[in-house]
């Protein structure tokens, strides 16, 4: 954290020094201090501030003292976000220290609305998210709304190191150009069917209709108990992809997936899903069950955004410090996962919450990690 720390103190600030009060550096690390122990909005934040002025001293210079709120967030919007994306990309190569392992590293990409930044009159940001098997977000990409999820997704994988990585992504992602660019960084995909690319699903449907075709396919089937329902998981893939016509479109495709997802009710009524996936994976049950299922991570990640720091319900208009505030809730979510809180066990949310009821203590342990 302290070497964190010393990356922060590195910002360029633009605004004339003569004028400034408050330094950039302490208010980037005031919001993220406050974002661990409970503070949700512009006003919490400065609260937080002035009832721990003399423990944020301790890591921080705040020579004219605590800013207000309004202060905090007209400087916060001046951060570069490229700065923060820089400093999420410090943190990450700390915690990556497992680049020697067997088992692909799953990323899961997807995008989600920053509801309170939108009204009347402007669209809300949409952030495309890469989010890894352990729940943390390695870096992200605002864009206007979602269908411009398609030309954020190659920019974001860009930034990213995704060499031997198995990529996912919902339908909007599934691209030809996406896919290139997946296996240009040497990456492998699996990406989820939808109507979007012409007769491609209706294709591959078609192939799994046929009962005798889909007994050759490798299988792998899971049962799980929970709440009071069944839920069971069917995962089909085959090689034999010869007779699709789209196959030299789609750099590196080797397999196409089905999946039938049938869950049963405590009554004994059944709901049945069947979704359809292509890979360029080859034939390999294991993981390619591992990384259809793998990609609720990035679903999770943005429940937690919601529920455990509740952004829908910040209303921050000014788009930039709404798309920093996102990075340091990423951030500190990230955080939230590698400490303990209050009582062994808690979820984070009650984590937050158990930071935020004695922050020097917390904070304190966090700095020292």
């Known amino acids: 954290m302290k070497a964190l720390l010393d990356f922060v103190s590195t910002v360029t600030d633009t605004r004339q020094e003569k004028k400034v009060l408050h330094k950039m550096m302490d208010i980037i690390m005031l919001v993220f201090f406050a974002s661990l122990a409970n503070a949700d909005d512009w006003v919490e934040i400065e609260v937080f501030g002035k009832e721990h002025e003399d423990f944020l001293r301790n890591y921080l210079e705040l020579p004219n003292g605590i800013p207000s709120h309004d202060t905090i967030q007209r400087v916060f919007a001046m951060v570069p976000s490229e700065f923060l994306e820089s400093f999420q990309k410090k943190w990450n190569e700390m915690l990556n220290s497992d680049e020697g392992r067997k088992v692909k590293r799953l990323l899961a990409i997807n995008g989600k609305a920053q509801r309170g930044n939108g009204n009347k009159n402007q669209k809300a940001n949409h952030i495309v998210s890469a989010v890894d098997e352990r729940g943390f977000c390695l870096g992200q990409k605002r864009v206007d709304e979602k269908t411009n999820e398609i030309t954020a997704i190659p920019e974001l994988l860009d930034r990213l190191n995704i060499k031997g990585t198995i990529i996912t992504t919902d339908a909007m ?67 034999e992809i010869s007779w699709l016509s789209q196959r030299k479109e789609w750099p590196g495709l080797r397999s196409i997936i089905l999946t039938r997802n049938t869950i049963i009710g405590g009554k004994g009524e059944e709901r049945v899903e069947e979704r359809y996936f292509i890979s360029s994976l080859a034939e390999g049950i294991d993981e390619i069950a591992r990384a259809v299922r793998g990609h609720w991570m990035v679903e999770s990640y943005h429940w937690h955004l919601d529920v455990t720091f509740r952004e829908d319900g910040n209303h921050t208009l000014e788009k930039q410090a709404a798309y920093n505030l996102n990075i340091i809730r990423k951030l500190a979510l990230n955080m939230l996962k590698l400490v303990e809180a209050g009582k062994k066990g808690l979820s984070l949310k009650k984590k937050r919450y158990a930071i935020g009821t004695n922050p020097e203590r917390y904070l304190e342990e966090i700095m020292n990690l």
């Open 173 to 239: 992602g599934t691209q030809t150009a996406i896919g290139k660019k997946i296996r240009q960084k040497r990456a492998d995909y699996v990406l989820a069917l939808k109507g979007n690319q012409g007769t491609l699903l209706e294709d591959v449907e078609l192939y799994f209709s046929d009962e005798e075709a889909k007994d050759k396919c490798a299988y792998k089937k899971t049962i799980e108990k929970a709440r009071g329902k069944v839920e069971k998981r069917e995962y089909w893939q085959t090689e």
